[in-house]
C-alpha cells in the first residue's frame, strides 16, 4: 500500500432504500458513484431476517407466461480502491431486527479497517421552510463539525423518530468510526426521482472525501428535469408557483420534522 493509501483512512459510504430516501436521494447518490467510480461487488447482507414482506415486497417481471426477473430486497456492498479505500453499502432499510443489522454493517467496517462512514438521507420539506439548497448533518465526532461547516453543511438540531443511521452514529462510537450523516432536502410537491438533490448530495460527499468523481452525467440529468418541471408548470399554475420557489436563494432556514 502507497503512502498515500496509508494517509487517507478507509471510508464507507452507506445509502439505503426506505423511510429517509425522499426523492430517492440516498439511492441516486450511491448508484452514481458506484457506477463513475467502477466500484466492483465484494460483498452481501443476508437479508430475510431484516425485512417484512408484507410491507415491501420482491419484485417479479413475467412475460408471456414466463417468470424473467425475481428480485428480494438486498443490502449489497461494493469496493474502490484509488487514493484510499471506498466499501459502498447500497440496501434497504431493515423493518425489523436493526441491532442485528447493524451489528453486519460493522463486521465489514472491521474486516476493511473503515475510520470513517457517511450515510446519506433525504427528507420531504415545503419549500416555504426555506432555502431547498442547504445540506443537513450530524455526527458522533465534535471534532468533524469544522470539517462539515467547511463543505457547506448545516448542523442539524431534532428530536424525534429516527432511521437506522442514528443506530450507526450511535454505535459507531464504540469501534472508534467517525461516522456522519447527511440529509438533502426534497420537495413534498415533486411526486417523482429528485436528482437535484442528489447532485447536492454528491457535491458535498466529495467535498468531505476530497474525492474526485466525474459529476457532469448528473448535471445533466439536473438540467433536463427541471426543463421538465417548467414545461409541466406551464399548464398548472401552482406548479409554476412552486417551481419558482424551489430554491431560494434567500429565507430564514428550520430544519422540518422529518430528518436523521
Given at each position: 500500500?502507497s503512502?498515500?493509501?496509508?494517509?487517507?483512512?478507509?471510508?464507507?459510504?452507506i445509502?439505503?432504500?426506505g423511510w429517509?430516501?425522499?426523492?430517492?436521494?440516498s439511492?441516486i447518490t450511491?448508484?452514481?458513484l458506484?457506477d463513475?467510480l467502477?466500484?466492483?461487488?465484494?460483498g452481501?447482507i443476508?437479508?430475510?431476517?431484516?425485512?417484512n414482506?408484507?410491507?415491501?415486497?420482491p419484485?417479479v417481471?413475467?412475460?408471456?407466461?414466463?417468470?424473467?426477473?425475481?428480485d428480494?430486497l438486498r443490502n449489497?456492498?461494493?469496493?474502490?480502491?484509488g487514493?484510499?479505500?471506498?466499501?459502498?453499502?447500497?440496501?434497504?432499510e431493515?423493518?425489523?431486527n436493526?441491532?442485528?443489522y447493524v451489528d453486519?454493517v460493522?463486521?465489514y467496517?472491521l474486516?476493511?479497517?473503515?475510520?470513517?462512514?457517511?450515510?446519506?438521507g433525504g427528507?420531504?420539506v415545503?419549500?416555504s421552510?426555506?432555502?431547498?439548497?442547504?445540506?443537513s448533518?450530524?455526527?458522533?465526532?465534535?471534532?468533524?463539525?469544522k470539517v462539515?461547516?467547511?463543505c457547506?453543511?448545516?448542523?442539524?438540531?431534532y428530536?424525534g423518530?429516527t432511521?437506522?443511521?442514528?443506530e450507526?452514529?450511535?454505535r459507531?462510537?464504540?469501534?472508534d468510526?467517525d461516522?456522519?450523516?447527511?440529509w438533502v432536502?426534497t420537495?413534498?410537491?415533486?411526486?417523482?426521482?429528485d436528482?437535484a438533490?442528489a447532485?447536492?448530495?454528491?457535491?458535498?460527499?466529495?467535498c468531505?472525501l476530497?474525492?474526485k468523481v466525474?459529476?457532469?452525467?448528473?448535471?445533466?440529468?439536473?438540467?433536463?428535469?427541471?426543463a421538465?418541471?417548467?414545461?409541466?408548470a406551464?399548464?398548472d399554475p401552482?406548479l409554476?408557483?412552486?417551481?419558482?420557489?424551489l430554491?431560494?436563494?434567500?429565507?430564514?432556514?428550520?430544519?422540518p420534522p422529518?430528518?436523521?
Open positions: 500500500m503512502r498515500e493509501k496509508e494517509c487517507k483512512p478507509p471510508s464507507m459510504i445509502g439505503l432504500d429517509g430516501n425522499a426523492g430517492e436521494a439511492t450511491v448508484s452514481y458506484i463513475k467502477k466500484a466492483r461487488m465484494v452481501e443476508e437479508s430475510d431476517e431484516f425485512y414482506y408484507q410491507i415491501s415486497r419484485f417481471s413475467i412475460e408471456g407466461g414466463l417468470i424473467k426477473r425475481y428480494k449489497v456492498l461494493y469496493e474502490w480502491r487514493d484510499r479505500i471506498v466499501i459502498i453499502l447500497k440496501g434497504v431493515p423493518h425489523l436493526w441491532s442485528r453486519r460493522f463486521e467496517c474486516k476493511y479497517r473503515v475510520k470513517e462512514i457517511y450515510t446519506l427528507y420531504l415545503d419549500p421552510y426555506g432555502k431547498m439548497s442547504v445540506i448533518g450530524l455526527t458522533n465526532n465534535p471534532e468533524k463539525l462539515l461547516k467547511e457547506g453543511v448545516e448542523p442539524a438540531s428530536e423518530a432511521s437506522v443511521y442514528s450507526i452514529l450511535w459507531s462510537k464504540k469501534y468510526i461516522t456522519v450523516s447527511l432536502a420537495s413534498v410537491y415533486i411526486d417523482k426521482r436528482p438533490a447532485l447536492r448530495l454528491l457535491k458535498t460527499l466529495t468531505l476530497s474525492l466525474d459529476l457532469s452525467e448528473m448535471v445533466h440529468t439536473v438540467r433536463r428535469f427541471k421538465e418541471l417548467v414545461k409541466e406551464e399548464e401552482k409554476r408557483e412552486l417551481t419558482e420557489s430554491y431560494p436563494n434567500d429565507g430564514s432556514w428550520s430544519m422529518y430528518t436523521v
